[in-house]
């Protein structure tokens, strides 16, 4: 009858891992890319709130992200941002 016990235990522990394993990495993902907007675009201190403007914003940082992610320089990208501002 112990053995049936320790069988179900170690099923259960596996799905936990499993489960466990796929939200780390969901979380993983959104927090890298919160990081960087916020680093780079300084978006938690947008006052940006109404309307459809949150969202737009939101985009156009994001689009802006990719673009300067690309380059190959050894510049961060907050100094990408900077450096691609004052490109006429």
Known sequence: MQGKNYIYIY???LNALYYNYLVRGHWSI????HW???VTFLEDS???RKGNA???LATLRKLALQIIAEYDDKLS???RRV???YDI
Do not use: I, Y
């Not at 959104?30 to 890319?33: K, M, R, V």
């Open 54 to 56: 949150p969202e737009n």
């Open 46 to 48: 947008c006052r940006a």
């Open 83 to 85: 450096k691609a501002a």
């Open 77 to 79: 990208l907050k100094k």
């Open 11 to 13: 099923v259960r522990l």
């Open 30 to 33: 959104e927090n890298h890319l």
């Open 36 to 38: 960087h907007l916020d």
